[in-house]
């Protein structure tokens, strides 16, 4: 016989928290399972609420007439039975641990219910490096996303949906263009030199980030993962948190889990989705016409004393030539789908997970495509009863296909950047001449035709219509594990796992157009092959003393090796127009991007929890790494980190008082801890060496690099304290937290004296700091919650200081063209003259030089004379580099996201919206 799942002491307590929140007392007490108030004797109402998953009848459920005090409970075999005087009455029944649901009686005389469990959000099951916790036990800063969420959006990479759902964690991707890399910082920039892109681990293996194309067409490796696929997506934030990562976990880390089969008959899921892409008020960018684009312009050389030089020009049918160009680079009703069709189940000993996926996207701007075809297999098998093995892979393959979008680092002042070209050029050209051939001019810029002065533009149309540039990958993923438990509590895990990615490259550069008009037309064709494997062995060890005392023991080991292969072909000279690709007839071929290279990491590593009584906890990370790229002696770092935490709810006192009744869960923490930073350094930074060249047709060898014997890790030392709470048993939770990451250590190139015969003058030094501060508020609640309709709403809040605090001794300056970085400000700040104004009695630009001195400038004198004072006397020019002014920092100091879900379960459609905000304090 089956145990009612609730005491007749739980329900009391029910009734009295009904008590608490709603001010209305409980009903007079009546024997457990009886009507508690009869209204009348018009329709009896019976039936029965069992447990949805399972079927089991729930006792004590509370079935009440909604608007009134008339009620009654289920008795221990979920039956009820009730009174009502209006069929048009609606029942409500509520149960601790289940989702309430609201029915309209109508005519039928018996309503049976099945109650949804709803399980606390502080019970979930949270990922952490190298195993998992419940969210109650956490003393470490995670935030943890739901697969759900994040497969609710349309979008083609899953960081695109995780946009504003964790505080702390700010993502953006620039430029738009499909498939660009994100760029995605956890509690701020976290390096200068290196990189500040988070460790992102798959199922246990670390992968690869940032753009791996070289060309225009992006191609972001998170998108090889299928949205669709994934359980949930954790980041870790705090030191006690990451420092299971050691040297890779100083920009944080964001851990992805995938589904996997569950126990029960197989379960087929299709998640479909389409969409249409439309510019962002592109038509609230108002350009000048042809008339006022001409008009005002012949107005500025005659107030520099020069002639016309711009003139109306008319296309053969005698109409007026009046050119917006963002019609030729950008497009409406870019269509996009998605289909994702997986199958799951599992028996006694065999858990299984299929998943194929297929999606094709075309973005707003012409000719900017992705497709990506993946597939994924997941097996866990108990061979015994304490010996489990298991296998995860999968494959994807994308293509990317794009234009010069601008999007990629270095193409913002490149010839053919289309955003520019839609903006920039004459409205009075036309890109096209009579007979429909491309209006080419000198240079392959588009042709002046009436006008005096050429442009400096490149010709739109032909760019569009020529020049071609896509990256296609092949990516495959995987791992297979073995789980021995030897004794009760003790686990001993192996797994192996590899990342494999290929990339091949190709471009199309046109004769009609730069830079492809120098050479005669251009083709290039580059391979890429990224290799990674990754071993891991653990040791757990979970057990309990005097039934209080709850401690978990791993230790690990962990090795990787990372190689990359490149070669490539670029050709020139193209023979016929046909040829577009490095398999056609050219007369140039010259090898690029030619490169070998490998590293190797070995790491020892350590975790100690314990907890008293789930109220005090505690909490120890060790990692010992040894990474190859640093110089000998330097190879090997410690890293640490430490929390405490305390849940004050789970105190007699703090339950037993009249505040759990609203605050139903408080837990304070803190953490300390020091990771490192291995990310974005060249393998071989360390070493002094060698180049291999030519001179003229002999071989040769030159210096190409000077190394630094002691060159060693980044260090990030990172403080945490906060707050967890749930109010209203849970219905709202969130976090308040304050964060200090004193970053140290930093690797930047210092300047060298040309006399000292170091390639590029500069040298590779540990030498910088700087310092990231800030606060953080999140909060989830579930507004409505019932069978028929949920509203979550998800808010955060985040604020950010960044300050640099040390440089090179002899240069507290570090200029890199519009930006700079500062001691005692923010990195990377805007560097710029400062300007002020326009002179009201000249109309020259007014300038402010390093030493306080107001200039003017007149572009249409000689050069001679362009720069003078306000009285007129000849000056040196205002330059960047010798009167800049630190202009203030680039990064913002806060932000604030709000995200609400609107699903019903009903609609095949999941509404949701968010909105997100840069900030500033």
């Not at 010709?459 to 594990?481: C, E, F, I």
Request: proline letters at 4%.
């Amino acid at each position: 016989m089956k145990k009612p799942i609730i005491s007749a002491q739980q329900i009391l307590g029910l009734l009295l928290l009904s008590y608490a929140l709603s001010g209305t007392p409980p009903a007079e007490a009546a024997p457990l399972h009886q009507p508690l108030l009869i209204s009348s004797k018009d329709l009896v109402i019976q039936g029965k609420v069992t447990a949805q998953s399972d079927g089991t009848p729930l006792p004590g459920v509370s079935v009440a007439i909604k608007g009134t005090t008339v009620g009654t409970t289920t008795d221990a075999n979920g039956n009820y039975q009730l009174h009502i005087a209006d069929a048009k009455a609606t029942l409500v029944f509520s149960f601790v641990g289940f989702i309430s649901q609201e029915v309209i009686v109508g005519t039928r005389t018996r309503v049976d219910i099945h109650l949804e469990s709803q399980t606390s959000q502080l019970n979930e099951v949270v990922v952490v490096g190298y195993g998992t916790q419940q969210k109650r036990d956490l003393t470490g800063s995670i935030a943890t996303v739901s697969g759900k969420d994040l497969a609710a959006a349309p979008v083609q990479s899953f960081d695109q949906a995780l946009q504003g759902r964790a505080a702390g964690v700010n993502i953006s991707t620039p430029g738009g263009a499909l498939n660009a890399t994100p760029v995605i910082r956890i509690r701020g920039i976290n390096s200068i030199n290196l990189s500040s892109f988070p460790l992102v681990v798959v199922d246990g293996v670390p992968t690869y980030t940032d753009n791996i194309s070289t060309n225009s067409a992006s191609n972001n490796p998170l998108s090889n993962i299928n949205p669709a696929d994934i359980e949930s997506v954790e980041v870790l934030k705090d030191a006690s948190a990451t420092a299971i990562y050691g040297s890779r976990a100083s920009a944080g880390v964001i851990l992805i889990t995938t589904k996997q089969g569950k126990k029960g008959n197989v379960k087929v899921s299709l998640d479909s989705w389409v969409s249409w892409s439309n510019p962002y008020r592109l038509n609230k960018i108002q350009m000048l016409g042809a008339e006022d684009f001409v008009t005002l312009k012949n107005e500025a050389l005659a107030n520099a004393g020069q002639t016309p030089g711009y003139a109306l020009n008319y296309d053969a049918n005698g109409n007026l030539i009046d050119t917006d160009y963002k019609k030729l680079f950008y497009q409406n009703n870019g269509f996009s789908q998605s289909h994702a069709l997986s199958f799951s189940g599992g028996s006694e000993r065999t858990n299984y997970y299929v998943s194929l996926g297929y999606t094709d996207q075309a973005g707003i701007v012409k000719h900017n495509e992705f497709d990506r075809k993946n597939a994924r297999v997941k097996i866990d098998h108990k061979l015994f009863k304490t010996f489990t093995i298991g296998a995860n892979f999968a494959i994807s393959n994308t293509s990317t296909l794009s234009v010069n979008s601008g999007s990629v680092s270095g193409e913002v002042y490149s010839y053919t950047n289309g955003p520019r070209l839609a903006l920039s050029p004459d409205p009075n050209l036309s890109p096209y001449n009579s007979d429909g051939s491309y209006n080419i001019g000198s240079g392959g810029l588009i042709g002046q035709m009436n006008n005096r002065i050429p442009s400096i533009w490149s010709n739109l149309a032909a760019v569009m219509d020529n020049d071609r540039y896509r990256s296609s990958g092949a990516a495959t993923q995987g791992s297979l594990y073995a789980n021995w438990e030897i004794i009760k509590g003790l686990n001993i895990r192996t797994q192996y796992g590899i990342d494999r990615l290929s990339v091949v490259d190709e471009s199309y550069e046109s004769p009609l157009t730069p830079p492809g008009v120098f050479v005669g037309g251009s083709a290039t064709s580059r391979y890429r092959n990224n290799y990674r494997w990754n071993w891991q062995n653990t040791a757990q060890y979970d057990f309990s003393l005097a039934g209080k005392h709850n401690i978990s023991l791993l230790i690990g080991n962990e090795q990787q090796l990372s190689t990359v292969d490149r070669w490539g072909l670029n050709r020139t000279n193209q023979s016929d127009p046909l040829f577009r690709s490095v398999k056609g007839n050219f007369v140039n071929t010259v090898p690029v991007s030619m490169a070998q290279t490998e590293n190797f990491l070995l790491s020892y590593f350590g975790r100690l929890n314990y907890d008293f009584g789930k109220k005090y906890f505690a909490t120890l990370n060790f990692r010992r790494d040894g990474y190859s790229a640093f110089a000998s002696g330097k190879k090997f770092g410690n890293f640490y980190g430490a929390s405490l935490g305390y849940s004050i709810s789970d105190e007699t006192f703090w339950a037993n008082s009249a505040i759990s009744r609203i605050v139903s869960y408080l837990k304070f923490r803190g953490s300390y801890g020091l990771v490192g930073n291995n990310q974005g350094i060249n393998d071989y930074a360390s070493l002094q060496s060698y180049a291999a060249g030519l001179q003229g047709d002999s071989p040769t060898l030159y210096y190409d690099q000077a190394g630094n014997r002691s060159l060693s890790w980044e260090t990030s030392k990172k403080t945490d304290f906060g707050f967890a709470f749930g109010l209203l048993n849970d219905r709202i939770t969130g976090e308040i937290a304050y964060y200090q990451n004193d970053v140290d250590g930093l690797i930047l190139n210092v300047p060298q004296a040309s006399s000292k015969g170091i390639p590029s003058n500069s040298l590779l030094l540990n030498i910088g700091s700087m310092q990231n501060t800030g606060l953080e508020f999140s909060v989830q609640a579930h507004a409505v919650r019932t069978d028929e309709f949920s509203w979550k709403i998800n808010a955060n809040v985040t604020t950010l200081k960044n300050k640099v605090i040390s440089l090179n001794g002899d240069n507290q300056r570090i200029i890199n063209g519009e930006n700079v970085i500062e001691i005692g400000k923010s990195v990377s700040s805007l560097w710029a003259v400062t300007t002020l104004g326009v002179n009201p009695e000249n109309g020259r630009r007014l300038f402010q030089k390093a030493d306080g001195t107001v200039v003017q400038y007149d572009h249409s004198a000689s050069a001679s004379q362009r720069w003078t004072t306000l009285e007129g006397t000849s000056v040196s020019a205002a330059t960047t580099l010798a009167d800049g002014r630190n202009q203030g920092p680039a990064l913002p100091n806060g932000t604030a996201d709000l995200i609400t879900r609107l699903p019903t379960k009903t609609s095949i459609w999941v509404y949701s919206c968010n909105s997100r905000e840069v900030i500033r304090f």
